[in-house]
């Protein structure tokens, strides 16, 4: 059994997509696969592969899989995990009025590995699919970070109970908040930062036919005054703004950005798992797609 999956595993990977592709895959690298499997009877059959799978319950190999990537968890040293959901591009059926497929994946950053990845049910949406996820996931001593539909107390609560940190976007689906943290900013900003405790990092970044210009600011929240339900948000200590500043070859836009996150104020540590959080865009979604 452990021969079989392991095959299908490494077939699959390398880019085969049927019980033929995986036997192919198996007579070309039988020498090295020998060196680290039994393999008693060669290279099973195409059938053979196919068998197996048919009799293998999908839920408990599921979790059975899982397990076994959670463990890779702490042999990786993983540090950042982005949250982040995505609509699978072509995956709705008219004829069957069948919706789109929504998932929410959970993207270990510096490893490149999809640790888990749930469903959002029709009738639901991400609010209720990411504490399913995080359920399923030990990160504890990670970062998590997660976009604005993820902003949510349950959800930071959730976060800290497990022992691990968030970083999440701030944006307008908690207005007054968002509101206030905007205003202090620009407020601050304007006065240089006369007499306040902040982290500052700037970085430059050239690629793509553009330059980026981005400077982090990170204030522990005892700088400011009390915050909207600031009491409510579990292990909330520094609120953040990301100023970016896109050069293009016929026009520059500018884009600002505000978070709050359970981490001390450090710009260049929350700097960084902003920026590994927008890297799931091109190494999840658009594989996905």
């Not at 982040?84 to 004829?95: F, N």
């Not at 270990?108 to 639901?124: D, F, M, P, W, Y």
């Not at 905007?182 to 500052?200: G, H, P, R, T, Y």
């Not at 896109?246 to 001390?264: A, G, M, P, R």
């Amino acid at each position: 059994l452990t021969d079989i999956i392991t095959i299908s595993l490494l077939a699959v990977i390398a880019g085969a997509e049927g019980w033929e592709d995986i036997e192919e895959y198996g007579l070309s690298k039988k020498e090295w696969l020998e060196t680290f499997l039994e393999l008693p009877e060669g290279i099973p059959s195409p059938d053979t592969f196919r068998r197996v799978f048919e009799r293998i319950n999908p839920k408990e190999f599921e979790q059975c899989f899982r397990n076994w990537v959670q463990s890779l968890v702490e042999k990786l040293g993983v540090e950042v995990v982005a949250i982040d959901g995505k609509t699978h591009r072509g995956s709705y059926d008219r004829e069957s009025k069948l919706k789109a497929l929504h998932t929410v994946s959970a993207w270990a950053c510096e490893n490149r590995l999809i640790l888990g990845q749930t469903k959002v049910s029709c009738k639901s949406n991400e609010i209720t699919a990411i504490p399913a996820l995080l359920e399923t996931l030990n990160l504890s001593g990670c970062i998590i970070t997660i976009d604005a539909m993820g902003t949510q107390k349950s959800i930071a609560e959730q976060i800290i109970a497990g022992n691990a940190d968030y970083i999440l976007s701030l944006k307008d689906n908690h207005p007054t908040l968002h509101q206030q943290v905007k205003n202090w900013f620009e407020m601050a900003q304007s006065l240089n930062f006369k007499d306040v405790d902040v982290s500052i990092s700037q970085r430059v970044e050239k690629g793509h036919h553009r330059i980026e210009n981005r400077t982090v600011y990170t204030v522990p929240v005892s700088q400011l005054p009390a915050l909207h339900e600031q009491n409510q948000w579990a292990g909330l200590t520094t609120v953040v703004m990301v100023v970016r500043k896109i050069q293009h070859w016929n026009k520059t836009t500018h884009e600002v950005q505000f978070y709050i996150t359970s981490l001390d104020s450090d710009a260049n540590k929350i700097g960084s798992a902003i920026r590994q959080h927008w890297g799931i865009e091109n190494s999840v979604h658009w594989t996905l797609d």
